[in-house]
């Protein structure tokens, strides 16, 4: 294991086995985007990063004392940390949709964000009586 440092000047140890199983969705994912008719499997390169955010986040929390403080703490952070730039890439890509994408598919853009800024873009398919690959 490979100790590198953090911004925060902490110690953080880069475990080099999670490390592989992550290459190994991202590659699961590229595949399918550029070959979508003969690689299907990209959602279990998703599903591979969900495990493995889990068990990192898991191991962050277990890892010090948890109270209730501690737990705040973490979710607090993951929150700034993710949602602004969540935000700014749904933004852009509705800014970038308007400006390059045909008037028909506007529409979709739009009604997309909705889904998007509640964080329920998972089960749209459902409502929308779409299936997985539509």
Same mark, same amino acid.
């Given at each position: 294991?490979?100790?590198?440092?953090?911004?925060?000047?902490?110690?953080?140890?880069?475990?080099?086995?999670?490390? &592989?199983?992550? /290459? !190994?969705?991202?590659? =699961? +994912? %590229?595949?399918?985007? @550029?070959?979508?008719?003969?690689?299907?499997? &990209?959602?279990? /390169? !998703?599903?591979?990063? =969900? +495990? %493995?955010?889990?068990? @990192?986040?898991?191991?962050?929390?277990?890892?010090?004392?948890?109270?209730?403080?501690?737990?705040?703490?973490?979710?607090?952070?993951?929150?700034?940390?993710?949602?602004?730039?969540?935000?700014?890439?749904?933004?852009?890509?509705?800014?970038?949709?308007?400006?390059?994408i045909l008037p028909p598919d506007r529409k979709q853009i739009a009604d997309d964000?909705?889904?998007?800024?509640?964080?329920?873009?998972?089960?749209?398919?459902?409502?929308?009586?779409?299936?997985?690959?539509?």
């Amino acid at each position: 294991m490979e100790k590198t440092d953090e911004s925060r000047g902490k110690m953080k140890e880069k475990r080099e086995d999670l490390q &592989g199983i992550r /290459g !190994v969705a991202i590659l =699961f +994912v %590229l595949m399918m985007h @550029l070959k979508q008719d003969s690689f299907r499997l &990209g959602f279990i /390169g !998703v599903d591979m990063f =969900f +495990v %493995l955010s889990g068990f @990192l986040m898991t191991k962050i929390l277990l890892s010090k004392e948890v109270s209730l403080k501690s737990v705040g703490t973490f979710y607090i952070r993951r929150f700034k940390r993710i949602v602004p730039l969540y935000m700014l890439l749904a933004v852009a890509t509705y800014i970038y949709g308007y400006f390059f994408i045909l008037p028909p598919d506007r529409k979709q853009i739009a009604d997309d964000l909705f889904w998007v800024y509640t964080y329920s873009s998972n089960i749209q398919p459902v409502f929308q009586k779409l299936g997985y690959w539509d």
